[in-house]
């Protein structure tokens, strides 16, 4: 029996000049979010990415019977709720957009304890540069916040920032998602499969997760609203997905830090069922309100390698302005 990778906080040590743009990086958060009413024409401050929310839905949550698993969902059964939206940090009035979707699981666990696992529709990373994603994210928040007349020459800046990734971007995994994504491109919201992208822990062992549907009606038909047609695909339909995990076992085959390529040599592990029940109408700011950040997981849940750990910074700055200027 192969034995796991275990968990060490080695895999999230940011170097000197990783933190130094990191501290810049926040201050951009912050001017982006006290300007994001304005740039998304809203009524309140919104996400620093994901700022369009599509639905929020109740669901459940049933844990397989796997050791690893059971250890820390030992209900059968646990109240959830998903938040669909898109990647964009720019609320559109359109949902005519590219589908870059996020399915953001909520798990409520005893004792008024959460888990957050944001998931997206797509498998790799661009990058495993920590500077060069800091970069890019720094310059698309100076692109949204600066004047008409400064656009043009911010463009020219992430234009700089994504030219290295290109090289990055020259392998099979990469191809391989880009190829089903296309392939993919007309699927309906909830047709999809979701991933975590990053790495987790589960106790002292590392993971990634995937989310399939189990089952979906290819003859349901779409309008152009995304949240009209999820509310009545799951009025009309049974909607469950497959959760699925993978083990790191050696750094060769599943690497920590190195989210370009997919796994190799592990297994598709079950992690449990989710049953999506309904969607849920926004009463004020409430669910927007709701955090899905995955650090406030117990510690023996959170997200594990550098760019995850780089977010844990931008949520909790992203989440305090957020709340400040919607009260």
Known sequence: MKTSLPYHPKYNQLSAEEEA?????????????????RISDVDYATRDAHAKSY???KAV???????????????DLYESLVRLSHANLKISKSDKQLPVFGFALKIYRAESKEVNYPLVNFPVFPTDSVKGFLKLFIKINQFFTS?????????????SAVSPMFL???NLSF??????WVKNFHHFILARSYYS?????LGNKMIKLKLVPKLFDPEFKVSESIHENVKAYLHQEKLQYDIFYQLAYN??????????RDWKNTEFKHFGTLTCLQVLEENGLDLERLSFNPFINMEALQPVGKIQHLRKSVYEKSEKIRNNLNR
């Open 55 to 57: 639905a929020y839905i």
């Open 251 to 260: 750094e060769k085959d599943q690497p920590i830090n190195t989210l370009t």
């Open 197 to 201: 992208v990053g790495v987790y822990r």
């Open 21 to 37: 743009l990191l501290s810049e990086a926040l201050s951009s958060v912050e001017f982006f979010v006290k300007k994001s009413k």
């Open 175 to 180: 191809f391989k998602a880009v190829k089903t």
């Open 147 to 159: 004047s008409f007349l400064l656009k043009p020459f911010k463009v020219l800046g992430i234009i």
């Open 168 to 170: 990055e971007m020259l």
């Open 61 to 75: 949550f049933e844990p397989s019977h796997d050791e690893s698993v059971k250890e820390f969902f030992p209900q």
